[in-house]
C-alpha cells in the first residue's frame, strides 16, 4: 500500500533563507509527483510536477527533485518571503491513479 | 481562462438530509476528481472520472456516497442521508489526462448538524 510521508510537519524560518523540505513514498510504481501549496481556507495551487521519467523541475525559486528507486522528493525554496508561508503538500500518481497526498508541511517565514 | 469552479462554497446541512456537490471542470479537461479533506486531516481520494470510461469509485467512503459526470464536462458529488463525520471540505480537480497537472476548485465546506 502506497504511503506518502512530509517531513518536516511544521518549519518557521526568517526570511531570505534557503530551505527543503521532504517528501517520501513507499512504492516506486508512480506516474509521477506534483507539489502543491494550500493557502490557509482555499484550494490548492499546483507548483511543479514531476514525471516519473524526470528528476527534476523549476519553476522560478522553487526545484523539486524526484528520486524513484528511494522513495524520494524534495522542494527547495530559494530565498524565503513572507509570500511562501502556506502548506506545501506532495502527491504521487500511482498506477490505479487514485492520487495519494501526504499530510503537508506547514510553513512559516518570518518578516 | 476560467479555472475550476465548485458550488456551492458553503453547505450547511441537517443530518439525514442528502446534499449535492457541484464541480465545474476546465473546459477541455478529460479527468475529473474529487477529494476530501476532513479538518486536520490529509486529502482523502474520493472517486475519478476519466473521459468515457467507467468511473472508478472505491474511494467513496460508504454507499451514501455517488458521483456523476453527465457529458464529460460538469460533475455532481451527492451524499444521501449525511452523517456528521461527512462534514469536510469536498475539493475537486480536473487535468488533461490521468497523468498530467491537476487543477484545484476551491472547495465546498459541508457542514453537517
Known amino acids: 500500500k502506497q504511503e506518502v510521508t512530509q517531513i518536516p510537519a511544521a518549519l518557521s524560518v526568517p526570511e531570505g533563507e534557503n530551505l527543503v523540505l521532504n517528501c517520501s513514498f513507499t512504492?516506486?510504481?508512480?506516474?509521477?509527483l506534483q507539489w502543491f501549496r494550500q493557502d490557509p481556507g482555499k484550494g490548492l495551487t499546483s507548483l511543479l510536477l514531476?514525471?516519473?521519467?524526470?528528476r527534476e523541475q523549476t519553476s522560478g525559486r522553487l526545484n523539486a527533485s524526484l528520486d524513484k528507486s528511494s522513495g524520494r522528493s524534495t522542494l527547495y525554496i530559494a530565498a524565503s518571503q513572507p509570500g511562501d508561508s502556506a502548506t506545501y503538500l506532495c502527491?504521487?500518481?500511482?498506477?490505479?491513479?487514485?492520487?495519494?497526498f501526504g499530510a503537508g508541511t506547514r510553513l512559516f517565514v518570518k518578516a | 481562462g476560467a479555472g475550476v469552479s465548485q458550488s456551492p462554497s458553503n453547505k450547511v446541512t441537517e443530518k439525514g438530509k442528502d446534499v449535492e456537490l457541484r464541480c465545474d471542470p476546465i473546459?477541455?479537461?478529460?479527468?475529473l476528481y474529487w477529494y476530501r479533506q476532513s479538518l486536520g486531516q490529509g486529502l482523502e481520494f474520493l472517486i475519478y472520472?476519466?473521459?468515457?470510461?467507467?468511473?472508478?469509485k472505491s474511494g467513496l467512503p460508504s454507499d451514501r456516497f455517488s458521483a456523476e459526470r453527465t457529458g464529460g464536462s460538469v460533475s455532481t458529488l451527492t451524499i444521501q442521508r449525511t452523517q456528521q463525520e461527512d462534514s469536510a471540505v469536498y475539493l475537486c480537480?480536473?487535468?488533461?489526462?490521468?497523468?498530467?497537472?491537476?487543477?484545484f476548485g476551491p472547495g465546498t465546506r459541508l457542514t453537517v448538524l
Open positions: 480537480a480536473s487535468s488533461w489526462g490521468l497523468t498530467d497537472t491537476q487543477y
Open positions: 502527491a504521487v500518481s500511482p498506477r490505479s491513479f487514485k492520487t495519494i
Open positions: 514531476i514525471q516519473s521519467s524526470q
Open positions: 473546459s477541455g479537461h478529460t479527468a
Open positions: 472520472f476519466q473521459g468515457n470510461s467507467a468511473p472508478d
Open positions: 512504492d516506486s510504481a508512480i506516474y509521477n
